[in-house]
Each structure stands twice: as C-alpha cells, then as structure tokens.
C-alpha cells in the first residue's frame, strides 16, 4: 500500500507554545488528508478535512483557530497547534488519499503530543 | 449517515480462523463497506473493501451479506500479530467527491497462543 509519513512520531512542549506536525504521502499525490485525534482508550475522532490549496473543513467542536491545517502541496499537509494547554495532549494521526472517490485512504503511524 | 455495530472484543486462537462480524443495517447503496485495524500506539491500517461482491486479498477476505446489512472480516489464519482493534467502516460522502472515514469503537480481536 501507500506510504504516508508523519513527523515527528512524539513531541512535548510547554503550555503556552504551539506545535507543528507534518504529514505526508511518499509516493503518492494526496488530494485530500483528513487529521484525527484520539485519545487514550478512545476511537479516533475527525478533526477536519483537507483539501489541496482550499481551506479546510473542520468537524463541529473543533477549534479552526486552535488546530491550524495547511494543504499547500499534494504531498504535504501540517497540522498547528497552538497555545497547547495539557488538554490537547493525545495522539494525532493523518490519512492521506490520491484522489477519487473508491480509493482507500493511507494512515500515517501518528503522533504522540504531550503537553507540559 | 450508515452506522456500524460491532462486538467490542473477541478471542481466537493462533492459527484458527477469526471472524469478525459487524452489522450496518442502514447502508444506502453507493456506500462501501471498509475495515482497517490498528495495532496499539499506531495508525491505522487499511485491509480490506467493498460494496456487495465477495472480496479477498493477501491480508482477509470480506463476507457481505446479499442484502448489504451486514459483513464479516475473515482473517483465515490468525497470528499473534494480528492482536488489534478491528474497525469496520461504511464509507461516508463528505461533499462533492469527497469521502471520509468515520470511527466507531470497532473489535478488539486477542489472538491467544
């Protein structure tokens, strides 16, 4: 299958501070990424959809201003988050798509965010 | 939105086939069946899709059933490796082309040695 890649698989950072996370597609050209979140023992939750040079579409509850999504390639997708409180602790995972609606999406490995 | 049912864990044993069953009852007609898993403290792993015929690959084979209400993933020889949380997904049309993926709690399968 396709490879997408997320950078970097953890990070923590102090409160206050904002943290950039890198999604993406090795060998392939992603249309679409969708960013989710999920919490320890959780399902993942869809945080927004992205598509390549528009803006995203975030899912009711989530904070566009907080959780800043920029698609500006077909390979790359970043996913901000800014002023971090400990509550945004959790794992982030992109998912990647080449396009066209019967291909499967490609999960990156995700990212482990604690916030200090 | 179709949802999905799924029981929220089961056994097999190394070696045994694992058959994980999940019910869709309000499935429309263009909607995919999908299912991924994922191994703890990673992403997701895409195995498997389809819309009413019988599918197989190299990972499982899905089982739908003719009136599109139900399905079950077989993983016919069960590793240890395969211990995950088994996710059964019916494909959702987010606006023009676009589709997302939306999680439920899926099954987590033990396989037992």
């Known amino acids: 299958g396709a490879v997408v890649s997320q950078h970097p698989s953890w990070v923590i950072c102090k409160s206050g501070t904002s943290v950039k996370i890198e999604c993406r597609s090795l060998d392939f050209q992603a249309t679409t990424m969708f960013w989710y979140r999920q919490f320890p023992k959780q399902s993942l939750m869809l945080m927004a959809t992205?598509?390549?040079?528009?803006?995203?579409?975030?899912e009711q509850g989530v904070e566009k201003d907080k959780f800043l999504i920029n698609h500006a390639s077909l390979t790359l997708s970043t996913l901000t988050v800014t002023s971090a409180h400990p509550e945004d602790s959790s794992f982030y995972i992109c998912?990647?798509?080449?396009?066209?609606?019967?291909?499967?999406?490609?999960f990156g490995q995700g990212t482990r965010l604690t916030v200090v | 939105d179709a949802k999905t049912t799924q029981p929220p864990s089961m056994d097999c044993a190394e070696g045994r086939a694992a058959n994980l069953p999940c019910n869709h009852s309000t499935i429309s007609g263009n909607e995919y069946v999908y299912w991924y898993r994922q191994i703890h403290s990673q992403g997701p792993q895409y195995i498997i899709h389809?819309?009413?015929n019988n599918e197989t690959n190299e990972m499982a084979s899905l089982i739908i059933t003719e009136d599109r209400k139900s399905s079950t993933l077989i993983l016919p020889h069960a590793t240890l490796r395969d211990t995950a949380v088994y996710y059964c997904?019916?494909?959702?049309?987010?606006?023009?082309?676009?589709?997302?993926?939306?999680f439920g709690k899926g099954t987590l399968l033990t396989v037992n040695p």
């Open positions: 389809g819309l009413k």
């Open positions: 992205s598509n390549e040079g528009s803006k995203a579409t975030y």
């Open positions: 998912s990647a798509r080449d396009g066209g609606g019967n291909t499967e999406a490609f």
């Open positions: 997904i019916v494909r959702v049309r987010s606006g023009g082309s676009n589709y997302k993926l939306t």
